[in-house]
């Protein structure tokens, strides 16, 4: 997930100590070494050999080197519940016993069609079907290709673009890195990328880009008569869709809209009869707390497809799931009557069962409403730690957004936008500052993200850390996660000077 490719030695120097840390225990300092010699034969994403996992049990991870880690940002937003929860693990051992494959083409099977029908329920008429996948980017191709589908089938072949915004992720194929602008990950791709049909409007990101002499609306207004006027240029008839994640993931970390903008942006999209697809891969199932984000970001409005992944399996599954409106259903039920998107893995049973089972537990367990509770919590004990007057990073602590158990930390150590006298310059040796926290966390038993360029459209500069507990989280935990997140915040300043 790290955002830097160019500097792989860089991030080496940086994250290599998570290796080695010391323990007071020889033992474990002796199972670091060992397992930190062998060879791995996986060509991993990281330029260091990440430290191996062996056990988990809710919140917690037992690594090779005899340490427990908390783990805060459920791997990338996905272990909802937390690990080992004995009602998924018996549910899909239970299926595994009965049927474990059918090819979709050939057979459809029970669980799958259980969760699509509590998925359109879910939806609270936003839904008339969906389709399922192995992930989040499958789940976006899926939308991109559905929503085309939609048109080529309803007699509107002229319709052949995407608009979608900077600064955002919408998956790692090549048609949703088209999709997504994420500079860093871009990069390599940018030649083989495809610049014809997907275009960028800007980011809703007022914190960083309303300007000081504009109110909310106004700023809502200057963003829906940027998309009006992207839509004219690329002719007003001939765009699918507009896309847009609900509340902003990865790249700028836990990012909600400002209020009006996704009413506006869809009535630009209803102005020329084009569709909106939300991207939920992150934000959804329950993340913000509630079931869908748009439930509470998204000012009322509801997409015409969505994509649903990472909360939908918990991480007990690879499953994705594309959501659509009765007007897409209806398009294609009047024509072709299937969805054209196969895979060979799609709706497998085993994936299917223990998403519903991860649901089942969320809804019989009322977790939306710990995940508000607890929520709120994280969210006041970060703002008052963080911005508290005996704090070092108060003056760098630029933004604290989100909302459910979904919180980004953006740190800001430039003087042009310093607001506070006391901002000393500091020096992290070329290092990214939340990079290094999120090696100083895990240093510290902690698991956090941290991500650079979130803080201008080129995404060469900015820092925001990433939080993202399961909706079963206790107000122990929460505590405890706050309290090494913020001392390790304060390590990393204070060897850069503060
Ligand atoms: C993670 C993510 C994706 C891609 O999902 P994968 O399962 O990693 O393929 C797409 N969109 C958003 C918003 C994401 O956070």
């Given at each position: 997930m790290h955002e830097i490719v160019d500097s792989q030695s860089l991030l080496r120097t940086i994250m290599s100590p998570a290796l080695t840390v010391s323990s007071d225990k020889s033992t474990t300092n002796a199972n670091a070494i060992k397992a930190q010699a062998r060879p791995t034969y996986i060509l991993h994403r990281t330029p260091w050999r990440p430290p191996v996992a062996t056990r988990a049990e809710g919140i917690y991870i037992d690594l090779e080197d005899g340490r427990r880690v908390i783990d805060a940002v459920g791997g990338a937003a996905v272990a909802c519940i937390g690990s080992g929860n004995q009602t998924v693990i018996e549910a899909i051992k239970a299926q595994a016993d009965e049927l474990t494959y059918v090819y979709n083409m050939q057979l459809s099977n029970g669980p799958a069609e259980e969760l699509a029908k509590f998925l359109i329920e879910s939806g609270k008429g936003a839904?008339?079907?969906?389709?399922?996948?192995?992930?989040?980017?499958?789940?976006?191709?899926?939308?991109?290709?559905?929503?085309?589908?939609?048109?080529?089938?309803?007699?509107?072949?002229?319709?052949?673009?995407?608009?979608?915004?900077?600064?955002?992720?919408?998956?790692?194929?090549?048609?949703?890195?088209?999709l997504s602008n994420n500079p860093a990950r871009r990069k390599p791709y940018e030649g083989i990328l495809d610049h014809e049909h997907f275009h960028f409007v800007s980011p809703a990101f007022a914190k960083r880009f309303q300007r000081s002499d504009e109110s909310e609306a106004d700023y809502v207004e200057r963003l829906r008569k940027e998309l009006d006027d992207k839509f004219q240029e690329l002719g007003p008839g001939n765009v699918i869709a507009f896309v847009a994640e609900t509340v902003v993931g990865a790249t700028t970390g836990a990012l909600p809209a400002p209020t009006g903008y996704f009413k506006a942006m869809k009535s630009v999209c209803d102005k020329y009869g084009a569709l909106l697809i939300l991207d939920e891969v992150m934000s959804g199932m329950g993340r913000m707390g509630t079931m869908h984000a748009w439930e509470s970001f998204g000012d009322g409005v509801f997409p015409d497809i969505q994509a649903v992944a990472k909360g939908l399996g918990g991480g007990y599954a690879s499953i994705g799931a594309v959501l659509f409106s009765e007007r897409i259903a209806e398009g294609i039920r009047d024509h072709s009557g299937l969805w054209m998107h196969g895979h060979t893995y799609q709706a497998h049973p085993l994936a299917c069962a223990a998403a519903l089972a991860v649901q089942h537990v969320i809804s019989s367990s009322n977790l939306l409403e710990n995940c508000r509770t607890q929520g709120a919590y994280l969210s006041s004990l970060l703002h008052s730690r963080l911005q508290g007057p005996n704090c070092l990073a108060r003056p760098y602590t630029f933004d604290i957004r989100g909302g459910g158990l979904f919180w980004g930390i953006e740190f800001d150590f430039t003087d042009s936008d310093s607001s506070v006298a006391e901002k000393k310059k500091l020096d992290f040796k070329g290092r990214p500052f939340a990079l290094a926290v999120?090696?100083?966390?895990?240093?510290?038993?902690?698991?956090?993200?941290?991500?650079?360029?979130?803080?201008?459209?080129?995404?060469?500069?900015?820092?925001?850390n990433l939080l993202a507990p399961p909706y079963n989280v206790t107000k122990d935990e929460v505590e405890k996660i706050v309290d090494i997140f913020v001392e390790s915040v304060e390590q990393v300043l204070k060897e850069g000077g503060a």
């Open positions: 839904f008339g079907l969906c389709g399922f996948v192995s992930g989040g980017s499958e789940a976006m191709e899926g939308a991109i290709k559905l929503a085309r589908q939609y048109f080529f089938e309803t007699n509107q072949p002229q319709r052949v673009h995407f608009i979608a915004r900077n600064l955002s992720y919408h998956g790692n194929t090549l048609s949703t890195v088209s999120q090696a100083k966390a895990l240093e510290n038993g902690l698991v956090v993200m941290g991500f650079t360029g979130c803080a201008n459209i080129e995404g060469t500069r900015g820092d925001h």
